[in-house]
């Protein structure tokens, strides 16, 4: 199984400033055959289903607003919040889907400092 | 609206079965493959099983192998999950979600549906 592991475990960025999270797979998630990455990001808010934000690595999901973004590729992986609004409290997660078990990082929790 | 409404949850005692639906409205749910993804309470999520568009093909997380079944009516644009042998472990939030036609990221999520199991 691929391990997928995130850091940090949490996050406390000020309002307007920029928000790093990272994601470490434990083998490559980059076809060969297609050079995409199979990683895709998603934000929890409490009490809600996952959103998905970004998938293929870095193609951002419509109507999420640009000031996420993700980058990397093979083995890791950034989620990128230019400018942190209030309403990006959450709990971030990655997961690959490269291989079944599909498996999901272990979250990053972002809160306002 | 496109949506997922997942039903069926509730409380089981160990060894016990239970069966979860999923209804699916405001696209072509016969398209799609789908999925279910738990999440246990305060932890991540956790993928636990995969059925394609017409049925034909099932994947599933180790844990669940035997105990777990994944099916579908496109007929009824419905999911459903049936659940046996049922352990404290498997208590979480269950999550209907269907997978991007492009990939396997999950595009759309349902808002869950909560099974404990306890005595």
């Known amino acids: 199984d691929i391990v997928v592991t995130q850091s940090p475990d949490s996050l406390a960025v000020s309002l307007g400033e920029r928000a790093t999270i990272n994601c470490k797979s434990s083998q490559t998630v980059l076809y060969s055959s297609n050079y995409k990455n199979y990683l895709a990001w998603y934000q929890q808010k409490p009490g809600q289903p996952p959103k998905l934000l970004i998938y293929w690595a870095s193609t951002r999901e419509s109507g999420v607003p640009d000031r996420f973004s993700g980058s990397g590729s093979g083995t890791d992986f950034t989620l990128t919040i230019s400018s942190l609004q209030a309403e990006d409290v959450a709990v971030y997660y990655c997961?690959?889907?490269?291989?079944?078990?599909?498996?999901f990082g272990q979250g990053t929790k972002l809160e306002i400092k | 609206e496109v949506q997922l409404v997942e039903s069926g949850g509730g409380l089981v005692q160990p060894g016990g079965s239970l069966r979860l639906s999923c209804a699916a409205s405001g696209f072509t749910f016969s398209s799609h493959w789908m999925s279910w993804v738990r999440q246990a309470p305060g932890k991540g999520l956790e993928w636990v099983t995969n059925?394609?568009?017409?049925?034909?093909?099932?994947y599933y997380v180790d844990s669940v192998k035997g105990r777990f079944t994944i099916s579908r009516d496109n007929a009824k644009n419905s999911l459903y999950l049936q659940m046996k042998s049922l352990r404290a472990e498997d208590t979480a939030i269950y999550y209907c979600a269907s997978l991007a036609g492009t990939g396997w990221y999950f595009d759309l999520w349902g808002r869950g549906t909560l099974v404990s199991v306890s005595s």
């Open positions: 997961q690959q889907y490269y291989s079944t078990p599909y498996t």
């Open positions: 059925i394609k568009e017409d049925g034909s093909e099932k």
